[in-house]
């Protein structure tokens, strides 16, 4: 009788603490993506937690000046990036390095050109805590938060009460940032057998896939090293040669390793066509600037990528080697990385908008 | 009183072998180390002169164009034995599912099963190597690689390994 009245007692006392529902959000991706995701046990994916991260994505009150949210430098038309070198946060000021595109982070583990964030909640911390951002504003926004009509109910409806946290908050956030998922390209298409690729696109997905060896005549440009998989990107940390002594020393700063100096993330390739301008820093306007790079201007050191050193479509060749006609295919190719879907796509538009009208 | 003393001596022993090690510990943190960790008895943080006090043997392996390279270092099986992997005798049972999971300092991961490494299942020793042709390794090659002989591809033999991580697999 007593365990009776116990487990009675624990089961109204666990309905008490929780006694809300959610609706899980089914995550849809394609099966070449692979199923190595990460979602902390803590912080399922559910549609009232993403329309919450949604909101705050969009949510310039969470920046010392209110003007400044997630989206001021990740914005939708261009893929979740921006087209400036360095972004600007409050009253103007550079970030230190080039905003990334957010697309397919459900995959990603380390975070940040130089991988500094362990996970997605991790991540969102930093811009709201940098200065230069968001103007270290985390603290107080919780606060004005929950001063608003609107926030009280959507944190109730995503985690049970309407208390709003800073946990809360980058938990929300991560949990749309999951949902970004960019898989509807031409080369998706092509992938699932709706699309024929011309014959320029075809010779430039041939070169990107393949290593180049000389001696068997055959041709490649060797981008899917680093960049291969349908995802278009490894959790990698290389020097692909940018400078001989880079000022921006990148993974060096977060581990202490010489060899690590001017690591960075290889970035995803998804929708690059309209991520421009490219590098951590920033440095090339346009694709043809970075084929370039690749093909006749990488800069020995220590720590250079192996992966860009020696391979040459030119027998004891230094450089790449390769033609014109051949970079301009390659970049036919990128741009069959593009996914006008997923720019267009409403459920990751601007919630907030919706009130003006 | 006697007694007295001799607790003071090994405490103040204690105390500073305690503090030296952190200091050591400390300064160590950039000095390159491969970590052995998971499901392990002890995690290990291997140093180049941790490394040098282990036995040695050589193993071959073929590079990309084919010729074959001469290293040096210690078996993997022997690291993960001092770090207290099952393996012998224990590598049976729901120990047959675990994996080690090499990592390179520049993020490259791949794995092995547990009875590839061990000398009950197989003659080939693969090693942690820390010399090539009785010289330190190369940079973006070391401090630390793993060589894998008998392979048809390179591409498990990890270059600048910085992590060796034991799971189980968990379907």
């Not at chain 1, 031409?186 to 393949?210: A, I, Q, S, V």
């Not at chain 2, 690291?79 to 300092?105: C, D, F, H, P, W």
Request: charged share 25%; hydrophobic share 35%.
């Amino acid at each position: 009788m007593f365990l009776v009245l116990a487990t009675a007692g624990i089961l109204i006392a666990a309905a008490d603490i929780n006694p809300f529902y959610t609706d899980p959000y089914k995550l849809e991706y394609p099966d070449y993506f692979g199923n190595r995701i990460s979602i902390p046990a803590d912080n399922p994916t559910t549609k009232q937690g993403v329309y919450l991260g949604r909101m705050l994505f969009y949510e310039t009150k969470l920046s010392s000046s209110k003007t400044i949210s997630c989206a001021s430098c990740h914005q939708q038309k261009l893929a979740f990036a921006d087209s400036k070198a360095f972004s600007s946060g409050i009253n103007d000021m550079p970030t230190k390095r080039n905003s990334m595109s957010l697309s397919n982070l459900l995959w990603v583990r380390n975070f940040f050109w130089d991988g500094r964030a362990k996970g997605l909640e991790q991540q969102a911390t930093f811009p709201l805590n940098d200065p230069h951002e968001m103007g270290n504003y985390l603290e107080q926004a919780v606060k004005d938060l929950q001063r608003t009509k609107e926030y009280p109910p959507l944190f109730k409806a995503a985690f049970g009460t309407t208390e709003i946290t800073v946990d809360r908050l980058t938990k929300a956030i991560a949990q749309f940032e999951r949902t970004l998922i960019s898989a509807n390209a031409p080369y998706d298409k092509y992938l699932r057998g709706e699309y024929k690729p011309t014959p320029e696109e075809l010779n430039g997905m041939e070169l990107f896939m393949n290593s180049p060896v000389p001696s068997k005549n055959s041709r490649g440009a060797n981008c899917a090293q680093c960049h291969g998989t349908p995802k278009m990107y490894m959790e990698l940390f290389h020097n692909n040669g940018l400078d001989s002594i880079p000022k921006d020393i990148g993974r060096e700063e977060i581990t202490g390793m010489e060899n690590d100096r001017g690591r960075f993330r290889v970035a995803t390739l998804r929708n690059i066509e309209l991520t421009a301008p490219y590098m951590h820093d920033g440095r090339f306007k346009t694709l043809e600037e970075v084929l370039d790079h690749y093909n006749e201007h990488i800069l020995s050191s220590r720590t250079l990528s192996l992966s860009l050193q020696d391979r040459s479509n030119v027998e004891k060749g230094k450089t790449l080697g390769l033609t014109a006609q051949e970079k301009s295919n390659i970049i036919s190719f990128l741009k069959m990385l593009t996914d006008t879907d997923f720019v267009n796509d409403p459920r990751f538009a601007n919630p907030h908008l919706k009130k003006v009208k | 009183m006697k007694k007295n003393i001799f607790a003071l001596t090994l405490l103040l022993s204690m105390f500073f072998t305690t503090f030296s090690t952190t200091l050591w510990a400390q300064k160590a943190t950039k000095e390159a180390a491969v970590k052995v960790e998971g499901e392990v008895l002890k995690t290990l943080s291997l140093t180049l002169s941790d490394l040098a006090k282990l036995p040695h043997v050589e193993a071959i392996m073929k590079d990309r164009d084919g010729q074959l390279q001469h290293y040096s270092g210690v078996p993997v099986f022997e690291i993960l034995k001092q770090a207290g992997v099952t393996l012998g005798k224990e590598l049976k049972g729901e120990n047959l599912t675990k994996y080690m999971l090499v990592r390179s300092s520049d993020g490259y991961e791949v794995v092995f099963s547990l009875a590839e490494l061990d000398p009950v299942f197989t003659n080939r020793v693969i090693i942690l190597a820390d010399q090539k042709d009785g010289k330190p390794l190369a940079d973006r090659v070391g401090p630390f690689r793993l060589v894998v002989p008998d392979e048809n591809r390179p591409a498990r033999s990890v270059l600048e390994v910085s992590n060796l991580i034991i799971r189980f697999a968990k379907e």
